[in-house]
T-cell receptor, first 109, second 114 residues
């Protein structure tokens, strides 16, 4: 499974757009890129998944360049409730999920 | 629809004891995975079961074992508990024939070993 690298922490203010970039230089052809969100003392929650280009849902957008060696999770107009740890994962659908240490996002009022 | 449920929510055990954690997947989901999350780290994969068979095992000692029942619920057993086993144990289920990498996590069981 491809190893991922993401910032340990990020700070933002309410209403701002937050972009969290993840590097995955060794991503394999079959690998998907998936992002999870986790609040303290809760299980992770699926946010978004993509293979290439851009994916958007009601929560976030995922931007993936042509070489797929990185990806960016974009959270529009964050609120205090978006304070959480965000994990970037790469792998194929039948693989176990491999979590790194994630990015701790702190949103301030 | 009910999400993934886990029991108990909290548990305190003594070193050397045995513990059993339980998980009920979302209705219709046949795959169950277990993860261990130590404070400050991401979840670490322990086991995955599909249709009652072990499909994957993480880098955990043989003290950890699991099984899946005909109704797709699952148990995680840990023998000879160590202080280092203190963690949040997460169960996740995923639908059959899923084209997505999405797993649905339960709230976890907080295990404290003293």
């Amino acid at each position: 499974l491809a190893k991922t690298t993401q910032p340990i922490s990020m700070d933002s203010y309410e209403g701002q757009e937050v972009n969290i970039t993840c590097s995955h230089n060794n991503i394999a052809t079959n690998d998907y890129i998936t992002w999870y969100q986790q609040f303290p003392s809760q299980g992770p929650r699926f946010i978004i998944q993509g293979y290439k280009t851009k994916v958007t849902n009601e929560v976030a957008s995922l931007f993936i360049p042509a070489d797929r060696k990185s990806s960016t999770l974009s959270l529009p107009r964050v609120s205090l409730s978006d304070t959480a740890v965000y994990y970037c994962l790469v792998g194929w659908v039948t693989d176990k999920l491999i979590f790194g240490t994630g990015t701790r996002l702190q949103v301030f009022p | 629809d009910a999400g993934v449920t886990q029991s108990p929510t909290h548990l305190i055990k003594t070193r050397g004891q045995h513990v059993t954690l339980r998980c009920s997947p979302i209705s219709g989901h046949k795959s169950v995975s277990w993860y261990q999350q130590v404070l400050g780290q991401g979840p670490q994969f322990i086991f995955q079961y599909y249709e009652k068979e072990e499909r994957g095992r993480g880098n955990f000692p043989d003290r950890f074992s699991a099984r899946q029942f005909p109704n797709y619920s699952s148990e995680l057993n840990v023998n000879a508990l160590l202080l280092g086993d203190s963690a949040l144990y997460l169960c996740a289920s995923s639908p059959p024939d899923s084209a997505s990498y999405e797993q649905y996590f339960g709230p976890g069981t907080r295990l404290t070993v003293t």
